[in-house]
């Protein structure tokens, strides 16, 4: 079996970034944000279901999810979301395994901001976080998204303490340099994790 590591952080903490690193050294990573997406493009069995669940209004006339209304919809109404989740949460879940069985390389990571939140450490071997200061977060998000402080704040408010995440993962890097500092952290774990 090859060993599968979970790699997480909050917004803006450098997940895509570490991620994009270990590519460089051939890992497959497969990214739980684009499965999610995966699963409900047009033709998908997710989709069908949202669509019988919610009613025509969550397909936009091109026969694609409309996202902003499921969004705001789910926003008001917590049961919608619940029934919402009972139908992605298991799709995601599916192709995560499939995709991460599917990789060839010696090792394989699963990234995703929710590792923890959803029980998709229960996937992997080993956990990685890669941790920064709510203030290094912000400004990261801010600066990559155009999004304001306050919707950074709400999204971070929405993820697991930064605390709880820290005494959860088997390995933590703090990213508060530059990159080259990042990559120089990532390096030895890459090279213990090619032992494993
Ligand atoms: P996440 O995937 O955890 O939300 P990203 O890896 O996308 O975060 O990082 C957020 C932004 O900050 C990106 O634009 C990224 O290039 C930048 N960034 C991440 N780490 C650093 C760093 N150590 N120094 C400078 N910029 C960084």
Redesign the pocket.
């Known amino acids: 079996m090859t060993f599968i590591l979970g790699l997480t952080?909050?917004?803006?903490?450098?997940?895509?970034?570490?991620?994009?690193w270990f590519e460089t050294q051939g890992i497959t990573v497969v990214d739980a944000d684009i499965v999610a997406r995966e699963i409900v493009a047009k033709g998908q069995s997710a989709l069908q279901q949202i669509h019988a669940a919610f009613g025509d209004w969550v397909l936009l006339d091109n026969g694609e999810l409309n996202r902003r209304a499921l969004r705001e919809h789910i926003f008001k109404y917590p049961e919608a979301r619940k029934t919402l989740e009972s139908i992605t949460h298991p799709a995601i879940r599916e192709s995560i395994i499939q995709q991460l069985q599917a990789a060839t390389s010696p090792y394989v990571i699963l990234?995703s901001?929710l590792l923890f939140e959803t029980n998709q450490h229960e996937l992997t071997d080993h956990t990685l976080l890669?941790d920064?200061s709510i203030d290094l977060?912000i400004?990261?998000?801010a600066?990559?998204d155009h999004q304001s402080i306050e919707q950074i704040e709400q999204i971070i408010q929405s993820q697991m303490p930064r605390e709880q995440k820290r005494r959860l993962a088997d390995d933590i890097v703090l990213?508060?340099?530059?990159?080259d500092?990042?990559y120089s952290h990532l390096r030895p774990l890459h090279e213990a994790y090619l032992k494993r």
């Open positions: 952080g909050g917004i803006g903490s450098g997940k895509s970034a570490a991620s994009h990234v901001p890669i920064a977060q400004q990261r998000a600066m990559r990213n508060d340099g530059h990159l500092h990042l």
